[in-house]
């Protein structure tokens, strides 16, 4: 990733003290040129329903799923957040195109869209749209440019630790108090920890198996929120993802 355009990416939307107001939101020319030209930013999109599901669908067949798989577990040593988020995008692309009844929001077109902010999302913090048709085909078409190499054993290794984390969750246990958990093994920020459990919820790893548990009055979880200790993690989609790598 070039450090140039990554800086003026990252400058668009961010400082020290948090997100740039949309007003004061802007890029030099000059510096949106180099950006765009080294696949960073875009120019706004404007984009159908039909036409966001066809390249959704596009993207979802041409991208394999090891791909996604091995780019997750290299993520997780090599801190290329962005790599970590397809497993989701990969999960929840799947899901629209399948499910007939899912509502027009959760597919994002419309006019005159920012990707750049779902760029900058992704690179930061492993993006926090995952629910989001748009940014699934982004984050995808994105991943599938990258040369993923082979995990290592760190990486391997590291996912069973973090399985084995899940593995010792107890009845009750919630999303927050798992997230805390996983610095015993996961050195990520809370931020960075949080979103890998969200992947890994929106992937149906961190799988909540009711969904009529009360939730607290303050939080931000999507996927993993009724999820609790006694829920563990589903094996079967381990072994789908993971399983050429010893991990189940």
């Known amino acids: 990733m070039d450090k140039k355009a990554k800086d003026i990416l990252f400058k668009t939307y961010w400082t020290s003290a948090g997100w740039i ?3 004061n939101r802007k890029t030099e020319t000059g510096d949106f040129v180099y950006a765009k030209e080294k696949g960073l930013m875009f120019d706004p999109l404007t984009i159908t329903k039909a036409d966001l599901s066809t390249k959704i669908q596009e993207i979802v067949s041409s991208i394999s799923i ?10 997780l040593t090599n801190k290329r957040l962005d790599w970590r988020s397809g497993l989701a995008s990969y999960t929840n692309a799947r899901c629209l195109l399948i499910d007939d009844n899912v509502p027009d929001f959760y597919f994002g077109h419309g006019s005159n869209i920012d990707l750049n902010v779902l760029n900058f999302e992704r690179i930061k913090w492993g993006g926090v749209r995952h629910n989001n048709g748009l940014y699934n085909w982004l984050d995808l078409s994105l991943l599938n440019s990258e040369n993923i190499p082979n995990p290592t054993h760190q990486d391997i290794d590291l996912m069973k630790a973090i399985l084995v984390v899940f593995d010792k969750s107890e009845i009750g246990e ?23 459990m969200e992947i890994l919820g929106c992937a149906e790893i961190l799988k909540p198996l009711r969904h009529d548990r009360k939730e607290p009055g303050k939080h931000d979880w999507t996927f993993v929120l009724h999820w609790r200790g006694e829920d563990k993690y589903d094996k079967e989609n381990v072994k789908k993802y993971f399983g050429e790598y010893g991990i189940e």
């Open 21 to 23: 107001s949309d007003e």
């Open 174 to 196: 919630t999303p927050s108090k798992l997230r805390e958990r996983l610095k015993e093994v996961f050195k990520g920020s809370k931020a960075e920890r949080h979103t890998l």
């Open 66 to 75: 090891k791909k996604v798989t091995d780019a997750f577990l290299c993520s």
